[in-house]
C-alpha cells in the first residue's frame, strides 16, 4: 500500500512557474514508476509526465513537453514535477500516481494521490 500526498498548486499567471510535490509514505517508493496526470473541469483525466523507478528514464506529453521536467528523490520518498511558462490551459487539477510499470495509461497505475489545484490566469 502507497500512499501519495500532492503539493505545491496554486495560482500562478500565464509565464509562471510552480513546481509541485508528491510524497509517499512506505518503503517501497523506489521500487515504482511514478506519473503525473491532470483534471481541467469538464475534461477527462490525462497523463502528463512519468518517470521510470531510478529517474533514469522519463516520458512527457507534447502538451507540456519543453515545459515541465519530472524528477524524484527516492531518499525523500518524493517526486517532483517542475512547470514552467505556464499557459492557462495548463489549469487542472494535477495528480501523482504509482505503477509498478512504465505506462502513460491511467489503467496501469494502482495508487493516486488526491489533487493539487493548479490555476493559471492570463
Known amino acids: 500500500q502507497v500512499q501519495l500526498i500532492e503539493s505545491g498548486g496554486g495560482l500562478v499567471q500565464a509565464g509562471g512557474s510552480l513546481r509541485l510535490s508528491c510524497a509517499a509514505n512506505?518503503?517501497?517508493?523506489?521500487?515504482?514508476?511514478m506519473g503525473w496526470f491532470r483534471q481541467a473541469p469538464g475534461k477527462e483525466r490525462q497523463f502528463v509526465a512519468r518517470?521510470?523507478?531510478?529517474?533514469?528514464?522519463?516520458y512527457y506529453a507534447d502538451s507540456v513537453k519543453g515545459r515541465v521536467t519530472i524528477s524524484r528523490d527516492n531518499a525523500k520518498n518524493t517526486v517532483y514535477l517542475q512547470m514552467n511558462s505556464l499557459k492557462p490551459e495548463d489549469t487542472a487539477v494535477y495528480y501523482c500516481?504509482?505503477?509498478?510499470?512504465?505506462?502513460?495509461?491511467?489503467?496501469?497505475?494502482?495508487?493516486w494521490g488526491q489533487g493539487t489545484q493548479v490555476t493559471v490566469s492570463s
Open positions: 500516481a504509482a505503477a509498478r510499470y512504465g505506462s502513460s495509461y491511467m489503467r496501469d497505475y494502482n495508487y
Open positions: 512506505g518503503r517501497s517508493f523506489s521500487i515504482y514508476h
Open positions: 518517470i521510470s523507478q531510478s529517474g533514469s528514464t522519463t
